[in-house]
Nanobody
Framework: QVQLVESGGGLVQAGGSLRLSCAAL????????MGWFRQAPGKERDFVAV????????QYAESVKGRFTISRDNAEQPVYLQMDSLKPEDTAVYYCAAGRVLTHLADDMDYWGKGTQVTVSS
């Protein structure tokens, strides 16, 4: 079993930055592809970014390309989401997820964190 714990959310003004972290507890000897998703009030959970086991491949949603960066130093280290040039429409609960395959589809993720709130004021 893998437990994912997010941290780093908060309130920031438009144009500001935040960095989210996701630590995987348990079964850490087997690294997994990991990703970030977000869900705004009244909306579906949307893909944000994903990274492979070694950190050498990343994929982003069009809405965050050039502003967000997902990273991990190696397979055993936390995964980070650096968010720059934040916009009010980035306001959402951000969820860390992990899966046995590299995917941008929420339904194919096997493990989820509880989420961390990101609020961007205008």
């Amino acid at each position: 079993q893998v437990q994912l714990v997010e941290s780093g959310g908060g309130l920031v003004q438009a144009g500001g930055s935040l960095r989210l972290s996701c630590a995987a507890l348990g079964r850490t000897s087997t690294s997994l592809p990991m990703g970030w998703f977000r869900q705004a009030p009244g909306k579906e959970r949307d893909f944000v970014a994903v990274i492979n086991r070694s950190g050498t491949y990343t994929q982003y949603a069009e809405s965050v390309k050039g502003r967000f960066t997902i990273s991990r130093d190696n397979a055993e280290q936390p995964v980070y989401l650096q968010m720059d040039s934040l916009k009010p429409e980035d306001t959402a609960v951000y969820y860390c997820a992990a899966g046995r395959v590299l995917t941008h589809l929420a339904d194919d993720m096997d493990y989820w964190g509880k989420g961390t709130q990101v609020t961007v004021s205008s």
